[in-house]
């Protein structure tokens, strides 16, 4: 019987280096032209160093995708796009309009995007998909031997991935990111940096922000990284705001008599869900051939959050438990490139951040914190799976953790949902606070993962300040939208691949 498996990857230097004024200059000129998958937008690539030490080294071609401005009369400028991750495609978040720009957005700027080094087309990060599905399950580790035995599976993964890859995957980190990023905004013309990022590219505007502050006309950063914490305060802060997600689902089931868990014990279901799973009795609903594992579970539950899908949760849940064939699942499995290959982004986040584990007791203790902070979650299924599966990295990596350093920027605008499974809303008011005086923090009181598009008012607000650079209120505030009429919004994937599960992608509705 085949097991569905959710392989981890996801779904984020104490002293900045110091960067050439001329950061650019190793990069070329871009020659666009008609997509071949899209011949409505352009595409084209740029080269740019693998080593950015070493500009006039081995060089590789950062993709790129544009849709023009729609008014050219009253285009402002280009604006360049990331959709998170890490791993997103800006590249096909402009060709399959993933972000759902406003009209206003799309008449005053060309919208660009670009494929990060070591993702989908930019030398991507390849690796064995049949060794990938092998990861250990972090639910499962009981002993020392256990542990020992995950180490020693990173180490052959990376060493395989690697192989694969070629140069690039010792320089696949944001730093590296962000220097590409400031090479784009040369090549294309523009003085200054007008930028959206939901994610984990909001880790790349934060830092360009830092590094190239006088380079900067507008960032605005949807759904917040913070890039100061240890491995505690990590996985902590990202157990505690996936449970919050949970209990919102509660409350919501418990207050709507069109949830199908309506009137039921939504915790009592779940746990009895999450015992069957541990004794290998869940199956997928539609596939019984489909073994679902306690994480399994989890993560789908995780990727209804981003929504928030939670009608169709509730649905999900109640075929699990009836073992109905009907209800879709919120993740479908990765699948090969060519020849059982996959895109894994995962050494971009383990040469971000450094979250070191000594030992099984160590790794143990973590889990019995987690688990008090989320006694019905258990972990989050993007930043546990993707901190395990970058133990064994030696250090010191390339960017490691360090509490943000910006000054002489203009105001930037960030903005988080309070109840966001990913990047966490006390994640946003940290690097808000690192940032200060040129940080603005938009709330928005509601549920899911990136904030853009959910209602006028912060749609507005993003539009406002990128267009207009019009900068709202200290403390503002945008009411949520509740859940049932999210589905009349324009439909659109979750913002990224979710970090911790390399090639899975939200299912078709």
Not at 76 to 100: E, F, H, Q, Y
Not at 135 to 160: C, G, T, V
Not at 232 to 246: G, K, M, N
Request: aromatic letters at 8%; proline letters at 9%.
């Amino acid at each position: 019987m085949r097991r569905l498996v959710l392989v981890p990857t996801v779904l984020l230097a104490l002293v900045v280096p110091s960067l050439p004024a001329t950061a650019s200059s190793a990069a070329g000129a871009v020659a666009w032209a008609p997509c071949q998958e899209d011949p409505t937008a352009e595409c084209g690539t740029l080269s740019v160093p693998v080593d950015w030490s070493r500009p006039g080294g081995e060089k590789f071609e950062l993709a790129l995708a544009r849709r023009t401005a729609t008014d050219p009369a009253a285009r402002t400028g280009s604006l360049v796009i990331n959709p998170g991750g890490p791993g997103g495609s800006g590249v096909d978040a402009v060709l399959k309009n993933w972000l759902g720009f406003s009209p206003e957005i799309t008449r005053r700027f060309d919208v660009v995007g670009f494929d990060p080094r070591g993702v989908r087309r930019s030398n991507p990060i390849l690796c064995s998909l049949e060794l990938a599905v092998q990861a250990p399950d972090p639910l499962s580790l009981k002993s020392q031997a256990d542990f020992d035995a995950l180490l020693a599976f990173n180490e052959r993964y990376r060493q395989d991935c690697r192989s694969r890859t070629g140069p690039l995957f010792d320089h696949a980190d944001t730093g590296s990111v962000v220097r590409d990023l400031d090479a784009l905004r040369a090549a294309l013309g523009e003085d200054k940096l007008t930028y959206y990022g939901v994610s984990y590219g909001t880790l790349i505007g934060q830092l360009y922000a830092e590094r190239f502050p006088r380079r900067v006309r507008a960032l605005a950063l949807d759904s917040n990284m913070d890039h100061s914490l240890g491995t505690a305060a990590f996985l902590e802060s990202q157990a505690l705001t996936v449970q919050d997600s949970f209990d919102e689902f509660v409350a919501w089931c418990a207050e709507t008599a069109s949830c199908a868990l309506h009137d039921r014990d939504v915790r009592a279901l779940w746990h009895e869900l999450l015992a069957r799973a541990e004794r290998g009795e869940l199956h997928l609903p539609g596939s019984p051939e489909v073994t679902l594992s306690r994480f399994d579970l989890i993560g789908q539950a995780f990727g209804a959050f981003y929504g928030p899908a939670y009608k169709e949760l509730a649905e999900f849940l109640a075929a699990l438990e009836s073992g109905g064939q009907t209800a879709r699942a919120f993740l479908t499995p990765p699948s090969a490139l060519a020849e059982n290959v996959i895109n894994d982004p995962t050494q971009v986040f383990c040469q971000d951040y450094l979250l070191p584990i000594r030992d099984y007791r160590d790794f143990a203790r973590h889990m019995r914190r987690s688990a008090a902070v989320a006694p019905d979650m258990l972990l989050s299924a993007a930043a546990h799976p993707i901190t395990f599966a970058c133990l064994g990295t030696r250090g010191p990596i390339p960017n490691p953790q360090h509490r943000l350093r910006v000054d002489h920027t203009p105001t930037l605008l960030l903005g988080n949902a309070l109840h966001d499974p990913a990047t966490g809303y006390p994640w946003a008011v940290g690097a808000a606070r690192q940032i200060g005086r040129e940080a603005r923090l938009l709330t928005y009181e509601g549920w899911g993962h990136g904030i853009y598009g959910r209602g006028d008012c912060p749609t507005a607000a993003f539009d406002g300040y990128l267009t207009s650079l019009t900068v709202p209120a200290k403390g503002a505030r945008c009411p949520a939208v509740p859940p049932a009429e999210l589905s009349t919004l324009k439909a659109r994937p979750i913002p990224g691949p979710v970090p911790g599960l390399p090639g899975w992608t939200p299912a078709t509705p």
